[in-house]
């Protein structure tokens, strides 16, 4: 349940591009886009910052460790390259075109599930004076669910936007939601967002 939303708050949309879009998500991608785009739009209509995340994990470290699945991801370096092309090439990294992104909005490109590690996200937030993230996204259990957690770590109140979020397992998204997002966050939905958004100490 939401109780609030602080009074410097921002919006962090996590890897809704075109690419991700490409994988069979676990709720209709036109509900989760459109519910973030009013978030965004509301957002930009209060003046609060707008961040808008989109996942570039080729060369990252998280590439090289061992692991039972890696995604595909190749380890060779010039591999990584030629597939680097091609995914800029068919827009992979491209944000949907509903989230109508703006050139005041925060550009942040993460390598990993989280969007804090190894970007300016955390000094920006802190020389805006945020307090408070609203988290929407994809996916529940990686990308959001991964920048909560360092946003809980670094003492960020965090609102879920339960509705403008997914996964590409159910299981996963019911897991984060029942177990993992309440423990360090609020959850709602984007009606219950833009209520209290409307309600914010000014």
Not at 164 to 192: F, K, N, V
Request: proline letters at 5%; aromatic letters at 6%; glycine letters at 8%.
């Amino acid at each position: 349940m939401i109780t609030s939303i602080d009074k410097n708050t921002a919006l962090v949309l996590i890897d809704l591009q075109k690419g991700v879009f490409n994988y069979q998500t676990v709720h209709p991608a036109k509900d989760i886009i459109h519910n973030a785009g009013q978030l965004a739009a509301a957002f930009r209509k209060a003046g609060l910052p707008v961040v808008v995340v989109n996942v570039n994990p080729i060369g990252s470290p998280s590439m090289l460790v061992r692991a039972d699945v890696n995604n595909g991801l190749p380890r060779d370096t010039a591999v990584q390259q030629q597939q680097l092309e091609a995914m800029k090439a068919g827009g992979f990294f491209d944000i949907v075109p509903e989230i109508n992104v703006q050139p005041e909005d925060i550009h942040i490109t993460k390598g990993t599930w989280s969007a804090f590690p190894n970007t300016p996200l955390l000094g920006i937030l802190r020389e805006k004076n945020i307090t408070n993230i609203v988290l929407a996204g994809v996916s529940t259990s990686i990308g959001v669910e991964g920048t909560a957690r360092s946003a809980n770590e670094n003492g960020f109140n965090i609102t879920f936007a339960t509705d403008a979020m997914t996964d590409l397992q159910l299981a996963c998204h019911e897991y984060s939601l029942q177990y993992i997002l309440p423990r360090i966050g609020e959850t709602g939905t984007t009606a219950d967002i833009l209520h209290h958004l409307s309600l914010r100490e000014k």
